[in-house]
């Protein structure tokens, strides 16, 4: 039977496969919030195995403040996680603020990197969470 952590980690494996894909496509809005939410389900995994809980939220900045007590160890990933985080509005709604994103619209460049910080990050916590077991 799979913990609560590794069905968190299964689902965020899942947005990076949907990102992977929308990307192949040139999908950017779908690469960039799949991106976002795969880092979203890897952290609260994370955070389920090391606390038990998580913030409801789905702001990256969020998860990684909960918890000072962890600050060492998800402070390096910060900036990549505030990145991600601007995508989650703005690709989801078409009445999203306007200006959230400089450009308008996620660029095939915002795709590829927030895709590759997703992929990275997600590696990062399942590493973590593997060497604990």
């Given at each position: ?98 200006g959230s994103?400089?450009?308008?619209e996620p ?18 916590i399942q ?7």
């Amino acid at each position: 039977m799979k913990t609560e952590a590794q069905r968190w980690l299964e689902f965020a494996r899942e947005d990076i496969q949907m990102a992977d894909w929308a990307l192949s496509q040139d999908i950017y809005r779908q690469t960039c919030f799949h991106s976002q939410k795969a880092v979203e389900k890897a952290l609260k995994g994370l955070l389920v195995a090391r606390k038990g809980t998580y913030p409801k939220s789905h702001s990256l900045e969020a998860l990684l403040l909960a918890y000072p007590d962890l600050d060492s160890e998800l402070l390096p990933w910060s900036d990549r996680c505030r990145n991600l985080d601007r995508f989650y509005i703005p690709t989801r709604y078409p009445d999203a603020l306007p200006g959230s994103l400089p450009t308008g619209e996620p660029t095939q460049k915002d795709a590829q990197e927030a895709l590759q910080d997703a992929k990275a990050l997600v590696n990062e916590i399942q590493q973590k969470l593997v060497g604990e077991k």
